[in-house]
């Protein structure tokens, strides 16, 4: 079974930075894309950033040039470095990867992880 776990959410200061991490395990062959969402109180979630097995990234125009997107391919783990943090950016924040378990799938399966919050405030 696979289990996308996130972690490094917290509570920062306006202007502030945070680095969250998505580590995939179990049975996987490949995981493409990764994303990142978020979901703010009373609104629905909403698509961050994207990042392709071959590198590449895609960003909702309110992070963009604040928030980067990594990954590491042989650790099947997924970043997201945010800079320049605003209250708006206030949310729990999910990893999405869509998994193939073994060269032989055809699809891939839609995984979420478990979310982590990230509080924004002075």
């Known amino acids: 079974q696979v289990q996308l776990v996130e972690s490094g959410g917290g509570l920062v200061q306006p202007g502030g930075s945070l680095r969250l991490s998505c580590a995939a395990s179990?049975?996987?062959?490949?995981?493409?894309?990764m994303a990142w969402y978020r979901q703010a109180p009373g609104k629905s979630r909403e698509w961050v950033a994207s990042?392709?097995?071959?590198?590449?990234?895609y960003y909702a125009d309110s992070v963009k040039g604040r928030f980067t997107i990594s990954r590491d391919n042989a650790k099947n783990t997924g970043y997201l470095q945010m800079n320049d943090l605003k209250s708006d950016d206030t949310a729990v924040y999910y990893c999405?990867?869509?998994?193939?378990?073994?060269?032989?799938?055809?699809?891939?399966?839609?995984?979420w992880g478990q979310g982590t919050q990230v509080t924004v405030s002075s």
């Open positions: 990042i392709a097995s071959g590198g590449g990234v």
């Open positions: 999405n990867g869509h998994i193939k378990r073994t060269i032989s799938d055809k699809v891939a399966i839609s995984s």
């Open positions: 179990g049975s996987i062959f490949s995981i493409n894309p």
